[in-house]
């Protein structure tokens, strides 16, 4: 007679250790996108090509793996489903070694909605911030549309973690050992020896019994070999598209040539301004009013004037699809040409203690090199801030 005690492996360790790195990244993905400051942002992208290296390898071993990681262990009919949820209801859920029909759609739901976040997530990082393998192909538009998709599925995400989590934490209760052991050790109590000793459990082989898998399914062997390979192929092609898709062009930028007149004579007062950061009017505004130029008189001869005014309004923000360009388009009516005025800008620095701006080394709101160390290309890359960044 067997023991109680007797265990089936039903967790390769391939499976165990994908299901806690996916745990460890999606969390850190999460966290960083929900709490964390802009210049994280690296590590919220590399946390989602993490996610990415483990859904490929999932999907091999959903082919390739032992018995209990196949996909074909785990897809079950709608009345499979039906029935498992009228046990659940009845506090008498039918026991399945590996994952149970409601487990199982959360499976594929959640690897569904991850790779949905990470194709948005790819989207966002091309169109808005000019960045990853998309940035050459990706309008500003599409990115913040993609963005809003981003957050719509990250909310879906953690709701269905949430239930994820209920989920193992009812069908412990109910089944008397832990789901998570058994996500550590890899291994379950055999089912037919728990009913027999009159557990909380439907007995296996029930007439009503869906075609589960209360008993322990044929041994599959993993193909290791296999599985690896078409990792290493799969990861090739992706890391290979990756690569060639990076280095394309970011869509947003043009070749903006210098202006000696615009270099000498704009950035005396203060930084020089990329012309990409206000809109035609507002350039032409500012410089047809020169010599009241926020309280300084700022005047040049005429055709100095004409030029930087012609220059300033040739690569003014409708010459560019940058997100700095795109958002700042928009400007007050009564401020056309303060920079700092624009609802996007008081928006975005929002939350900075307004006294930074008056002391050292910032002195200014329109010092925005002093934040933004890129500040001069006009990128505004979120991992270029850093609040008062080393200035005399
Ligand atoms: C004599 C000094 C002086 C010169 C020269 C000067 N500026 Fe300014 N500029 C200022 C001051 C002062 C402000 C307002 C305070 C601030 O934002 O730093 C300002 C603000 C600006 C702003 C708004 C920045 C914001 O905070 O939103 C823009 C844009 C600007 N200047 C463009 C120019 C251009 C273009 C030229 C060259 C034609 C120029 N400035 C030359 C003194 C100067
Ligand atoms: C005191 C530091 C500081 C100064 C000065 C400053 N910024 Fe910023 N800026 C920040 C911080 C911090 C953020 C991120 C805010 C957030 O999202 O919480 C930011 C965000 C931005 C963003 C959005 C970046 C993104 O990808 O989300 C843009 C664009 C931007 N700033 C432009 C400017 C411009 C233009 C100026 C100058 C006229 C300027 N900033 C001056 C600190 C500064």
């Given at each position: 007679?067997?023991?109680?005690?007797?265990?089936?492996?039903?967790?390769?360790?391939?499976?165990?250790?994908?299901?806690?790195?996916?745990?460890?990244?999606?969390?850190?993905?999460?966290?960083?996108?929900?709490?964390?400051?802009?210049?994280?942002?690296?590590?919220?992208?590399?946390?989602?090509?993490?996610?990415?290296?483990?859904?490929?390898?999932?999907l091999v071993w959903g082919f390739a793996g032992s018995t209990y990681s196949r996909f074909s262990s785990f897809i079950f009919s709608?009345?499979?489903?039906?029935?498992?949820?009228?046990?659940?209801?009845?506090?008498?859920?039918?026991?399945?070694?590996?994952?149970?029909?409601?487990?199982?759609?959360?499976?594929?739901?959640?690897?569904?909605?991850?790779?949905?976040?990470?194709g948005s997530g790819l989207v966002v990082l091309g169109g808005v911030e000019n960045q990853g393998p998309l940035a050459g192909f990706?309008?500003?538009?599409?990115?913040?549309?993609?963005?809003?998709?981003?957050?719509?599925?990250?909310?879906?995400?953690?709701?269905?973690?949430?239930?994820?989590?209920?989920?193992?934490?009812?069908?412990?209760?109910?089944?008397?050992?832990?789901?998570?052991?058994?996500?550590?050790?890899?291994?379950?109590?055999?089912?037919?020896?728990?009913?027999?000793?009159?557990?909380?459990?439907?007995?296996?082989?029930?007439?009503?019994?869906?075609?589960?898998?209360?008993?322990?399914?044929?041994?599959?062997?993993?193909?290791?070999?296999?599985?690896?390979?078409?990792?290493?192929?799969?990861?090739?092609?992706?890391?290979?598209?990756?690569?060639?898709?990076?280095?394309?062009?970011?869509?947003?930028?043009?070749?903006?040539?210098?202006?000696?007149?615009?270099?000498?004579?704009?950035?005396?007062?203060?930084?020089?301004?990329?012309?990409?950061?206000?809109?035609?009017?507002?350039?032409?505004?500012?410089?047809?009013?020169?010599?009241?130029?926020?309280?300084?008189?700022?005047s040049l001869d005429d055709s100095v004037t004409q030029d930087i005014a012609n220059y300033l309004s040739t690569y003014s923000s409708?010459?560019?699809?940058?997100?700095?360009?795109?958002?700042?388009?928009?400007?007050?009516?009564?401020?056309?040409?303060?920079?700092?005025?624009?609802?996007?800008?008081?928006?975005?620095?929002?939350?900075?203690?307004?006294?930074?701006?008056?002391?050292?080394?910032?002195?200014?709101?329109?010092?925005?090199?002093?934040?933004?160390?890129?500040?001069?290309?006009?990128?505004?890359?979120?991992?270029?801030?850093?609040?008062?960044?080393?200035?005399?």
């Amino acid at each position: 007679m067997q023991s109680l005690s007797e265990k089936v492996r039903v967790w390769d360790l391939a499976t165990r250790l994908y299901h806690w790195l996916q745990f460890l990244l999606v969390m850190g993905a999460l966290l960083i996108g929900f709490f964390g400051p802009e210049w994280f942002l690296d590590a919220h992208v590399y946390a989602g090509y993490g996610v990415l290296a483990l859904i490929v390898f999932r999907l091999v071993w959903g082919f390739a793996g032992s018995t209990y990681s196949r996909f074909s262990s785990f897809i079950f009919s709608p009345r499979d489903i039906l029935c498992h949820v009228r046990g659940v209801l009845k506090g008498r859920p039918s026991h399945h070694l590996g994952h149970n029909p409601l487990g199982a759609l959360m499976v594929f739901a959640l690897i569904g909605v991850l790779l949905l976040m990470l194709g948005s997530g790819l989207v966002v990082l091309g169109g808005v911030e000019n960045q990853g393998p998309l940035a050459g192909f990706i309008g500003f538009d599409l990115g913040v549309r993609a963005r809003f998709v981003h957050k719509v599925f990250a909310y879906l995400l953690v709701g269905m973690i949430v239930l994820h989590v209920m989920g193992v934490v009812l069908e412990s209760r109910l089944s008397g050992f832990s789901l998570v052991r058994s996500m550590f050790d890899g291994n379950k109590p055999r089912p037919d020896i728990v009913h027999a000793a009159g557990d909380g459990f439907e007995p296996a082989g029930n007439a009503d019994d869906m075609a589960g898998n209360a008993h322990p399914l044929p041994d599959v062997p993993a193909r290791t070999g296999r599985a690896i390979l078409a990792v290493i192929v799969s990861g090739a092609v992706i890391v290979g598209a990756g690569v060639l898709g990076s280095a394309v062009p970011a869509s947003g930028f043009i070749d903006l040539p210098s202006n000696d007149n615009y270099s000498s004579e704009c950035a005396e007062c203060h930084m020089l301004y990329h012309p990409s950061l206000l809109p035609r009017d507002s350039w032409l505004k500012l410089m047809a009013n020169l010599e009241d130029h926020f309280g300084e008189d700022a005047s040049l001869d005429d055709s100095v004037t004409q030029d930087i005014a012609n220059y300033l309004s040739t690569y003014s923000s409708e010459a560019w699809d940058t997100e700095a360009a795109n958002e700042l388009r928009t400007v007050d009516p009564q401020k056309p040409y303060e920079i700092t005025a624009t609802p996007f800008w008081k928006r975005t620095h929002a939350r900075i203690d307004p006294t930074i701006f008056e002391t050292r080394p910032v002195l200014s709101k329109g010092n925005c090199a002093a934040c933004h160390w890129d500040a001069e290309s006009g990128r505004f890359a979120d991992q270029k801030i850093e609040i008062a960044h080393g200035q005399k």
